[in-house]
């Protein structure tokens, strides 16, 4: 089993590299040229867990599947996905969620579920009280309840270090660093994030993500006239970009490795935080080690790959009470792009879908595509339409994923277990906007969602 274990993350580093971000596929060529580039202020990190860890072989960091692309017709994975590379800016991106449906499947009864988290024995076992509660709930919500209680199970016996492969590449920025190279390394490297790391004082110094980048965008337009000064600006000038905006810094979060899992999302979800770092302290040094990052997504696909009893989880969206559904923010293909930021800043948000004047959705605005848009330093990208700005795209970007109310957190769970998804647009038949469906939101479910038995 252990060289099954250790074929399978090889795989997976082969497939997905070694990124742990939702967009992070960093090629190995990319990287070192872009630590050779900018010498002393990129490190880039090889790490090998030769020596073996404490991970049963029961419980696989095997996150591999590949993310569907829109020209592999023969896919046949549980989403909805649509792109037309190159086509122009006001055809439709989305197709009907016709494929996310269960499959029969779904509908067998997992046996020894029970009893077991993720194909192993749950400790602890549920009182008369529980039983006598359970029988008298309908099936669907009993069997709801003991996959929610499972995954939490699960979540509470492994570590943050259990979701990470064997072998990765970390790639980790000096606080010296110019704003405008690191946005040229992230790009080159295909990642959106970086742990920083001040050489002075030796110390962990912060994460570097996307909302970094779109409060200089939002400097650089309250200050157009210095632009030359903000390609001077260096990563350890973000704290004054943030007070010179009246920005609220954003507290980063950090957990030690060998911390339950559990805690690691938990404290993701209490600091709205997509992502937390790894922080473990040199034995002799007693100085910190950045360890790696570990995303909303990569525990998601953990869950999902680990967990079988995801598939008790059979009660549609429109019963849940997931996601967002009201004063949803928009936008049109003429929209220009600063006013999707500005959406994106108000209102604390990643995303603002794109419709068309019938309300029928074509794309999704993210907020990673402002960093496509100031690479290289070249802020006039800002003055575009939201449809030039999404041609700007690569030619292999997957599409948007889509569901309906009458879709299923299982199914849902078995997309993110063969896909590298986002987030999902909530549709209607006919392709009209009727919600989202966050990343956040699905971990935040799966842990807070009450099992009505006092137990979380």
Same mark, same amino acid.
């Given at each position: ?5 250790? %074929? ?6 082969? $497939? ?15 990287? $070192? ?87 192993? =024995? ?22 709801? +309840? ?8 699960? !979540?509470?016996?492994?570590? /943050?270090? &259990? ?7 970390? +790639? +980790? ?9 690191? %946005? ?11 742990? !920083?790391?001040? /050489? ?34 260096? %990563? ?24 339950? *899992? ?16 790894? +922080? @473990? =302290?040199? @034995? ?59 959406? *994106? ?68 769970? &078995? ?17 009209? !906007? ?6 956040? @939101? ?10 009505? &038995?006092? &137990?979380?």
């Amino acid at each position: 089993m252990e060289d099954e274990h250790a %074929l399978q993350s090889a795989l997976l580093d082969k $497939a997905e590299g070694t990124a742990h971000d939702e967009e992070e596929q960093a090629g190995h060529a990319a990287a $070192a040229a872009a630590a050779s580039n900018h010498e002393g202020s990129v490190f880039g990190c090889n790490v090998s867990d030769s020596a073996g860890r404490a991970t049963s072989p029961a419980v696989t960091n095997d996150l591999g599947g590949h993310a569907t692309n829109a020209h592999d017709t023969t896919n046949s994975h549980d989403l909805a996905v649509g792109h037309v590379p190159g086509a122009p800016a006001h055809l439709p991106f989305v197709a009907p969620s016709d494929l996310l449906r269960p499959s029969a499947s779904a509908f067998r009864p997992i046996s020894g579920s029970s009893g077991s988290v993720g194909g192993q =024995t749950r400790p602890g076992t549920a009182s008369s009280a529980d039983t006598a509660r359970s029988r008298s709930m309908h099936p669907q919500d009993r069997e709801q +309840i003991e996959g929610l209680r499972a995954v939490r199970a699960f !979540l509470k016996v492994r570590t /943050s270090y &259990d979701v990470l492969p064997l072998s990765y590449r970390l +790639i +980790i920025f000096d606080t010296s660093l110019l704003v405008k190279k690191s %946005l040229n390394i992230l790009t080159q490297c295909a990642i959106v994030s970086a742990p !920083l790391w001040d /050489s002075k004082t030796s110390a962990f110094a912060g994460l570097l993500t996307v909302s970094d980048y779109i409060n200089v965008v939002q400097y650089y337009w309250q200050n157009q006239e210095e632009l030359g000064r903000i390609d001077k600006f260096k %990563l350890s000038s973000l704290r004054d970009i943030e007070r010179a905006i009246g920005v609220t810094p954003i507290e980063t979060v950090s957990i030690h490795p060998l911390q339950p *899992l559990y805690e690691a999302c938990r404290r993701m979800l209490e600091s709205r935080a997509r992502r937390i770092p790894l +922080i @473990d =302290t040199d @034995d002799e040094t007693q100085r910190e080690m950045v360890v790696s990052v570990v995303t909303q997504y990569r525990i998601l696909k953990f869950i999902s790959v680990n967990v079988k009893e995801t598939q008790m989880l059979r009660k549609p969206l429109r019963d849940l009470k997931v996601g967002s559904y009201k004063d949803l923010a928009t936008a049109t293909m003429d929209t220009p792009v600063m006013d999707c930021i500005q959406m *994106l800043v108000k209102r604390s948000i990643s995303s603002v879908p794109i419709l068309d004047k019938d309300g029928t959705v074509l794309n999704v605005f993210e907020s990673v595509d402002v960093i496509t848009l100031i690479k290289g330093g070249d802020y006039e990208n800002l003055n575009l339409s939201v449809g030039q700005a999404l041609d700007k795209r690569s030619d292999d970007f997957p599409g948007i994923y889509t569901c309906t109310l009458n879709d299923r957190m299982d199914t849902i769970y &078995d997309t993110i277990r063969k896909s590298r998804v986002h987030r999902l647009v909530i549709i209607d038949e006919q392709n009209q !906007l009727k919600g989202l469906l966050s990343l956040s @939101d699905i971990l935040d479910y799966t842990l807070n969602s009450p099992l009505g &038995d006092g &137990d979380d």
